[in-house]
């Protein structure tokens, strides 16, 4: 039976409201699908020369997420910067640049810089600047962002990254105050020679004070300035820098120790994460879980040196990184165990060795300033970034 034509207007009336609601939802559903993952970069088309986009990943990051920044950049003809960079500020103006480069080269096929980096709370603007012919050239635009502030993270809670849950935390910093926690810290070591501050027949340049260690926004800052200090021993020292010890609070034989951080783009310091015997002890016992080198960005030097038995038993391994360990926070990681001892990057087990701790240790965080390959004359400062120090041990 074939309906009246009001009926079936009305029936095709609906049909239509029905396929429209359909595609609007079909619509929603694809802008859901399609908005930017983490680690997708969000480009603004610039249109400029040589900038041609620009954007990052997260719209609103918080203190404990990195941010990815990018840049595509094309020139009709080739052209070389000595160097370039993504210029991040804070509403202080204070430098967070990130993802340096050197001699980078920039032709007609588009190219795409990126680095990345996580910030305190706070307001920030970020754009491109290169140098070449002896200045400095900022790319227009600007663009800004918000870091909002990290959630409350309760360390006890907390366990190794990419080692197990069978551990229970022993001692650490968050860093969530506005000062070093000195009840916690100290800053000297057994490990430096002049008056536990200084070293320089270990081609140490700086002499390490508690005023270079500064704490905000849930971050140890670790500066080393050129500065002229006279030690107690009356050696003269033209770098200062800062040294953190666990020595008063916590000293350890086996256990997981792990720090997030991030380290120094400009060359001549030489940060690590470490242990040292524990004051008192006159048997070398060391485990780095790493040192760097800030000349050379793609290496970490993961060792452990200890005596057994009388005899100096030293295992030193270069592990070469699939990442700039100064454009953005990494996870280091040694599990001092009975057996061996285990070295995590990122909760990736990197290096085992043989070699185990033999007595007790303290934990250290350095920024050293090294005498071998020092910092150009222009440098005149450098930091260390440290979100938080845990150690657990098994149960």
Known sequence: MTAPFSQRRRASARRSLLALAMALELIACIGLAQATPPGTIDYETIGATPLRALGRDLQAPDATTSVLFGARLANPAPVAYEQIV???????DRN??????????????????????????????????????????????????????????????????GAGTNWVYRFGDEFDGSVVDWNR????????ADHGHGNPGNQQLEWNQGKNCSVSNGVLSMLAKRESVRSPSGRSYDWTSCLLSSHKRYNFRYGFIEARMKLPAAA????????????GAQQW??????????????RLYLNQYVIKNGIEQLDSYI?????????????YGADIAPDATRFYIDGQLVRTTANVSQIETSILLDH????GKPPAATTQSAITWVDYVRAWQRP
Do not use: I
Request: avoid cysteine; proline fraction near 6%; glycine fraction near 8%.
């Open 285 to 298: 016992n060391e485990t780095d879980v790493f040192e760097y080198y800030s000349d050379n960005k793609s």
């Open 96 to 161: 967070y640049d990130l993802g340096h480069q050197s001699g980078y080269t920039v032709g007609t096929s588009v190219r795409e810089l990126t680095g990345s980096g996580r910030f305190p709370a706070g307001q920030y603007r970020y754009w491109v600047s290169y140098y070449a012919n002896g200045r400095w050239t900022d790319l227009a635009p600007q663009r800004s962002f918000s870091v909002t502030a990290a959630p409350v993270t309760d360390p006890t809670a907390t366990r190794p990254l």
């Open 86 to 92: 993504f210029a991040v500020r804070d509403a202080a």
């Open 368 to 371: 050293f300033v090294y005498a």
């Open 319 to 331: 592990h070469t990184t699939s990442f700039d360990p100064s454009a953005g926070y990494h996870v």
């Open 268 to 279: 001549g310091f030489w940060p690590a994460f470490w242990t040292f015997q524990a004051p």
């Open 185 to 192: 810290w100290a800053d000297d070591s057994s490990a430096e």
